[in-house]
Every structure is written in structure tokens, then in C-alpha cells.
């Protein structure tokens, strides 16, 4: 059976435990804490770069969420998530990496500077053009590039359900609004939502993670200076 390797807290993970809830495809669940696990030698054998989601499917390993997501919509084609369509299907790989890119880069700011500061202010800017993006990419499709679900809109609901959560609202964006109730109401989401009580957790966690990669930075750069 297909492993997988998560934390329910981790964005990126939840997006490949949404692909596979909603293809109906049967996993066996690997729970890391990303307080340490992840960074023992037996994971690390499987990912070098000690990062959550991996598959293990018929013993060929897939790191890289989207790597992931590509990996099963070929290898379990129903029901199909990623339009065939030239226009639609740059329409989702767009939205894919527009979130990647430009949207969750943001939330790190969001969390954790206050609402007053220049920082927060600017990424707050930049969420907006995000957001009215997104609304016109959409037009009036259901969902991203088609009427069905997509592999663009995982993506691009895993990371608006962190903004929601931050307290950022879409009232200014009712039919990105709409698609986010819509997308929501559906049980693979229901049933991967975090409560509030752990979204703070994965907060707590997220400043860890970040302190640990910073200091690791700052000490390559003395080395290689030495
Ligand atoms: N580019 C990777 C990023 C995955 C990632 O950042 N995972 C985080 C959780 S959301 C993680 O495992 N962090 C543990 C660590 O950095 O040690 C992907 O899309 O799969």
C-alpha cells in the first residue's frame, strides 16, 4: 500500500493527504513530529532535505508536494484533476505557482509581524493583488480552469485556509469567497482542517523550523568565510 509520509499540521503535506482523500486512493499514514523526526537518519535516508509530504508507492519514493500531487493524478487518473486543455491546464500550473511564488511567502510576515508595520503592510498589499488575480483567473468557473476540481485548487485552498485562519478576510472578494465555501464543504477538507487551537500549534512550530534554518545559514556563512 502506498505510504505517507505527514504532519497534519504541515500545508504542503495536506495537499497531498487532499489529492489522495479525494482520488480515493488507500495510504498508510507515517505521522512525523517535526520537532525531531524528520531529522532522523531513517528519514533522512528517504529525504535529504528532512521535509514532509513523501510517497512511497510500489517502492519508488516521491519527494516534493507537487512532484506528489503530478505523480498521482498520472498514476491514479480518476477522477481527473488536471485538464488536459492547453488554456486550463496553464491555468492550473499558474495558480499552482502564483501560490508558491508570490501568496505563501506572505504568510510568514502576516503571522508573525504586527498590523502597523511597513512589512505587514506591504505583504498585505501583495495578498490583495494575489486575491484579485485569482478572482479574474477564475472567472466564472467553479473551480480553477475547469467546472470539476483541480490540482489548482488544492493548492491555492491549502494556502488561502492559512490566510483565513490569520484572520485575513475575502469579503472584499466574493466570488473567490464563494469558491473558498465551496471547496471547504468538502469532506477531504472537512476532514484535514485545522482547528484554531492547532493552527496556533503549527505557528509555534513554523517560528522553531525558522529560527533553526536562519541560524543554520548564518553558520555556513562563517564557515565558508573561515
Ligand atoms: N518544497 C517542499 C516543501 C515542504 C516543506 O517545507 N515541509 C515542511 C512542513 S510544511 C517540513 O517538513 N519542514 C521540516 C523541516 O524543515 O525540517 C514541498 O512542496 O513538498
Known sequence: MLQFYYNPRSPMAR????????????????L????GDQMQPEFLAINPFHHVPVIIDDGFRVIESLAIMDYLEAKYPTPAMLPKEAQALATVR??????????????ITMMYEDASSPKFIQAKEHVNKVFKF???????????????????????????????????????????N??????????????TELSQEEFEQFK????????RKLSQASSKVVTSVV
Open 94 to 107: 499558474a495558480v499552482q505557482m502564483v501560490t508558491n511564488n508570490e501568496l505563501l511567502p506572505q504568510i
Open 15 to 30: 495537499r497531498v493527504w487532499v489529492t489522495l482523500l479525494e482520488k480515493e486512493i488507500p495510504f498508510e499514514p507515517i
Open 204 to 211: 509555534r512550530v513554523l517560528k522553531i523550523l525558522r529560527a
Open 134 to 176: 485569482l478572482t479574474e483567473i477564475l472567472g466564472e468557473n467553479s473551480y480553477f480552469g475547469s467546472d470539476r476540481l483541480t490540482l489548482g485548487d488544492i493548492v491555492v485552498g491549502g494556502a488561502i485556509s492559512l490566510f483565513v485562519k490569520s484572520g485575513i478576510s475575502l469579503k472584499h472578494y466574493p466570488k473567490l
Open 32 to 35: 512525523l513530529n517535526l520537532n
Open 178 to 191: 464563494d469558491w473558498f465555501e465551496r471547496l471547504m464543504q468538502r469532506e477531504a477538507w472537512r476532514q
